[in-house]
């Protein structure tokens, strides 16, 4: 036993520096009880996690770019694309759909503001417009229109993944029109871009566990462990959800393409502690493109399910919202009928698309929703304001699994998907992530063809 202890504090150590979960895992801790035992120098922390943050938002409107046109130019056709892009918002909008509808129907079993007879009057409804910096969501016109890009430098630049897909496509197709005789150095470039971008983000990973302490300090340190007793019953209502509907994903995945849900979150589980510790699914977009293109899924669907995703596929966002309008409802003694919870429904279905991006997003979905109803006073949605920033990390990682799994699926669908690439990576075996493949130089002319012979023949 004595012998064994250096032994053990070694393979520790060696864990510790060379495994990037087990980092993460450290830090989240020791942001916690820094967080816990010095407040103030938890929330001074901050600026580590926003720091990494923006780092990895710089590689990630390229890295889109870069991953779609390549996708359309290999696919070498652009009607597979669309109907990529079709199957995936038909997954979307069912995914979506029963995270909400589950959500309600434990809302309604557990009724988790029941009892708690809150006076709205007792409320700031100003707390609410802080939050949400006095925006509104967008409706389906200013939406459409948002998507559309009006340069090309400006969608880099605000960091649009929306538009960056919608100038991806054009290029990608004008590749597919032009063919490799007429642009044949585009797409190895575009490729070489792609693999400096995949380097870049090999670097910046690094700062991961920075990142999480200074988030997790700050979490700590801002909102304390009381909220958790304070709204514990909400809390374990949106996180049981959120695990029921985990496993109905994993089933579904299960039988539509064959693989295992825990397998792949196994093999991801680096960027999903980073996720859940930052409470960002942002700064994992690219290594979670890189490790689903190592997993079989071909480019074009990587390329555009997962970021399309991010937008449209928001199935933790879905859970929160639908339990969060009924707690509020509960917890005010407002009694919602079968009418006004379809009404909800129905709501929460659109204002819950395209709600990436814009601050305070849920409070401003659950003021549309509360305003539709009629018979919730508006400044009830501040009862959530306590505990919105814990429900992060549920949405976090519901929203990052619901989006990979629809990548497997629509993969599938399209005859997208290496299946033996798949379970070769999902069982663990370790296989190199795919690198940019150039593209061969264009066949010359038979004419061209023909002198070359020719020299060859000649310097024999």
Not at 258 to 273: A, D, I, N, P, Q
Not at 304 to 320: C, E, H, K, M, Q
Not at 321 to 346: E, K, N, R
């Amino acid at each position: 036993m004595v012998g064994g202890a250096p032994v053990l504090i070694r393979r520790a150590a060696r864990l510790l520096r060379t495994s990037l979960f087990t980092q993460v895992a450290v830090a989240l801790v020791l942001g916690i009880i820094v967080g816990r035992l010095w407040p103030g120098a938890g929330t001074s922390l901050q600026p580590l996690g926003d720091g990494f943050t923006r780092l990895i938002k710089t590689v990630i409107a390229p890295l889109v770019f870069c991953v779609v046109v390549t996708g359309i130019a290999k696919a070498g056709n652009l009607k597979a694309f669309g109907r990529i892009g079709v199957k995936a918002l038909v997954w979307f909008e069912v995914a979506s759909t029963v995270a909400l509808l589950i959500g309600l129907l434990a809302a309604n079993v557990v009724s988790p503001g029941s009892g708690m007879h809150v006076d709205v009057s007792t409320l700031d409804p100003s707390a609410v417009d802080a939050k949400t910096g006095g925006g509104h969501l967008l409706s389906t016109s200013e939406f459409i229109l948002e998507a559309l890009p009006t340069s090309a430098v400006g969608a880099f630049a605000d960091n649009s993944i929306l538009q960056v897909l919608v100038l991806a496509c054009l290029v990608g197709a004008a590749l597919l029109h032009l063919g490799q005789t007429k642009v044949p150095a585009v797409l190895p470039a575009v490729e070489q871009v792609q693999h400096v971008i995949f380097t870049v983000v090999g670097y910046v990973m690094r700062l991961a566990p920075l990142a999480v302490f200074g988030a997790a300090a700050n979490l700590i340190g801002q909102y304390g462990l009381k909220v958790i007793t304070t709204y514990g019953k909400l809390i374990a209502v949106c996180y049981g959800v959120a695990l029921v509907f985990l496993v109905l994903l994993g089933v579904a995945l299960r039988l539509l393409t064959g693989l295992s849900l825990w397998s792949f979150v196994r093999y991801t589980r680096e960027e999903l502690l980073l996720a859940l510790g930052t409470a960002s699914s942002e700064t994992v977009m690219p290594r979670m493109m890189e490790k689903l293109r190592a997993a079989g899924c071909r480019d074009d669907a990587v390329g555009l399910v997962l970021p399309t995703g991010y937008s449209f596929n928001l199935d933790g966002a879905s859970i929160y919202l639908s339990v969060g309008t009924l707690f509020i409802a509960q917890a005010v003694g407002v009694d919602l009928s079968i009418s006004q919870q379809i009404t909800v429904v129905l709501v929460l279905m659109l204002t819950s698309k395209g709600m990436a991006g814009v601050p305070g997003s849920a409070f401003l979905a659950l003021s549309a929703t509360v305003s539709t109803l009629g018979v919730i006073p508006a400044g009830a949605v501040a009862l959530l304001l306590g505990v919105d920033r814990i429900m992060d990390s549920m949405r976090v990682t519901t929203n990052l699994l619901g989006n990979c799994v629809a990548v497997f699926v629509v993969s599938r669908w399209e005859g997208a998907l290496d299946a033996e690439a798949a379970g070769t990576v999902l069982a663990g075996q370790r296989i190199a992530l795919p690198a940019p493949v150039p593209v061969s130089d264009p066949v010359p002319p038979p004419s061209e063809a023909a002198e070359v012979n020719h020299k060859v023949s000649a310097s024999d």
